[in-house]
């Protein structure tokens, strides 16, 4: 197919006549070859791959996760037909993620690139445990009060039950604390870092693990969150559920007020952001 000893910029610039309106782009296809070729793998073994990445992206689903995937298990020399089942599972879900976004009712218009992770998302959160019915019912907590979650925020609220599953809190309590966090307007990076506390108080301290009826309550009343947990955890620490620690983020957009209930304090002193 290609010279094994051809360059990634090499093989980019073979592969540039197939960029437009690709769903793999010609760098990607490059470095997936290069390693194909490293490890001695027939030419061509990926071509039907490709041809199924690219159906998905004209369903409307994002190719990002699925490339990622062929990359990791050329990358640890896993056989093609065990990565072609994985990556049509992962389509599937994606699939199962795009219809459930697609059939919630009306949502709010935004950007494609949002959209495409709230598919990601929620397509992750489904191959972790989470069921349909289950993402459904914090759609429909946070919509009874007015509250119509965009696909990034229902994604996000959806990976974090995901979180607080995998960490052992009942499903019931996780469902209403998430969907009372989404409809009180978290952002999705403070509805993950809820889950992601949660989890961490109730390993450092399994005697007294935290109530999620009782802090689901103080959200509802508009408290502040860092009174409804322990301190943030030092740098070096590792959140549960997404590997390594991140830098803490800098403290910007707070949540918008919510405009029929004007007597709430400021949404960003109740988040994560808004810790002092």
Excluded: Y
Aim: no cysteine; proline share 11%; glycine share 10%.
């Amino acid at each position: 197919m290609f010279p094994r000893r051809l360059s990634v910029a090499g093989l980019v610039i073979a592969l540039a006549p197939l960029a437009a309106h690709a769903q793999v782009s010609p760098q990607d296809r490059a470095e997936i070859l290069q390693l194909q070729a490293l490890r001695g793998a027939p030419a061509g073994e990926f071509d039907p791959l490709f041809a199924e990445i690219e159906a998905a992206g004209t369903r409307g689903l994002p190719s990002r996760p699925l490339v990622n995937k062929i990359k990791e298990g050329v990358a640890k020399g896993v056989p093609a037909p065990r990565i072609g089942t994985v990556v049509r599972d992962m389509a599937g879900r994606l699939d199962s993620a795009r219809a459930l976004l697609d059939g919630r009712g009306p949502a709010p218009q935004e950007a494609a690139a949002s959209r495409a992770r709230g598919i990601e998302l929620i397509g992750e959160a489904l191959g972790r445990g989470v069921t349909r019915d289950d993402i459904l019912a914090i759609d429909r907590i946070a919509r009874e009060r007015g509250t119509v979650p965009n696909a990034e925020s229902l994604a996000s609220a959806a990976k974090g039950l995901a979180i607080l599953k995998e960490g052992g809190f009942a499903l019931p309590d996780s469902r209403s604390l998430v969907g009372e966090a989404l409809r009180e307007g978290f952002r999705p990076v403070d509805l993950l870092d809820l889950a992601r506390d949660l989890v961490l108080q109730r390993r450092e301290r399994p005697e007294h693990p935290p109530s999620l009826q009782d802090i689901r309550d103080g959200i509802a009343r508009g408290e502040r969150i860092d009174r409804l947990l322990p301190p943030e955890r030092p740098p070096d620490r590792i959140r549960p559920g997404d590997g390594p620690s991140r830098p803490d983020r800098p403290e910007t957009s707070d949540r918008p007020e919510t405009p029929d209930r004007p007597d709430r304090p400021e949404r960003g002193e109740r988040g994560k952001s808004g810790r002092q």
